[in-house]
Nanobody, 131 residues
Framework: EVRIVESGGGSVQAGGSLRLSCAVS?????????IAWFRQAPGKEREGVSC????????YYADSVKGRFTISNDNAKKTVYLQMNSLKPEDMAVYYC???????????????????????WGRGTQVTVSS
């Protein structure tokens, strides 16, 4: 069974930084994996924030976070990091990590992140940004 462990959420003031981590385990991931971060604020729809595909290095960022967030992958640790800088109050949400590992990997392709392609989801971590 694939497990996801998220960490790194918290509270910061606007302009501050946080780093989220998503560690996956429970599979050999021989065909690679794609990991995505989604977020959902109260009363708003879930938004795909960023994703990375370990098999080809493809990366996606939502326009709302480009230039401020950086996603990276430590393949040896099967851990993906989301470095969030210059945080804004509108970034406040519960952030969810999800993994796509059933081939073909179609969750992080082109200029979009396809939530329905993700097989397993974390429980979420709260990010609070005060103005």
């Amino acid at each position: 069974e694939v497990r996801i462990v998220e960490s790194g959420g918290g509270s910061v003031q606007a302009g501050g930084s946080l780093r989220l981590s998503c560690a996956v385990s429970g599979s050999t991931f021989d065909d690679g994996y794609a990991i995505a971060w989604f977020r959902q604020a109260p009363g708003k729809e879930r938004e795909g924030v960023s994703c990375i595909d370990s098999s080809d290095g493809h990366i996606y960022y939502a326009d709302s976070v480009k230039g401020r967030f950086t996603i990276s992958n430590d393949n040896a640790k099967k851990t993906v990091y989301l470095q969030m800088n210059s945080l804004k109050p509108e970034d406040m949400a519960v952030y969810y990590c999800a993994v796509d590992y059933v081939p073909p990997l179609l969750g992080c392709v082109g200029n979009y992140v396809y939530s329905h392609m993700y097989d397993n989801w974390g429980r979420g971590t709260q990010v609070t940004v005060s103005s």
